[in-house]
């Protein structure tokens, strides 16, 4: 059963025949805030938020660095060389991971559940500058170390050089795990990456609103 991308109506779980779920990281499991790390890199730098979306967020930079084309220093000059500024690594950093929002206690009591019931991976387009705070985030949260407690494998884009929706972000989990596409469910709050996974054959849930992950798993919270 295919989940319709136009309109989202939650619905029971149980109905659908799948024995694996993928679930997508920001914006689904930890809360994002892209608009803060703009915020943060201009007052840091002097340039407009406008001017900064199109030279560092919409640039290849943030793609390469998440597919692990750049090393973190590597990174890190390459936004000095953008603000003409020689400005110190603590602060790169801290002004990068302001996207880093909360994550939900909800959240991880449902992961928690749900990995009693399904296999459960993990496949995110991230860097390792933003892992290292997600984990800080889930260790102060729940006195969790790593995201690997909840999740059969964990894929990250720095290290898989892969990024959704390229298609073989998505292939290599399935091939890897001897995953069946219409016995797996795919979690995203992308569009475009929930495209893709249909594309595959397997079903799809799109994240619009804080409540439709809890909501569409309810049996399981």
Known sequence: MLQ????FIPFAVERVDFKNIIF??????????????LR?????????EEELYNSVTSSEIVKHFEKGWLHVDAFRNSLRQIFQQNIPNKKLDAAWNQVIGDIPPARLTLLKNLCKQYKLFLLSNTNPIHLRKIQ???????GIKALQHFFTKTYYSFQTGYVKPEIDAFKSILHENHLLPEETLFVDDTIENIEAASSLKMNVLHVRTDTTLLEYFTHAI
């Open 136 to 142: 800080e985030v889930l260790y102060t949260t729940a």
């Open 4 to 7: 319709k991308l136009q309109d």
């Open 24 to 37: 997508d990281l920001g914006g689904v499991i930890v809360n994002i805030a892209p608009q803060r790390s």
């Open 40 to 48: 943060a890199f201009s007052m840091l730098s002097g340039f407009t």
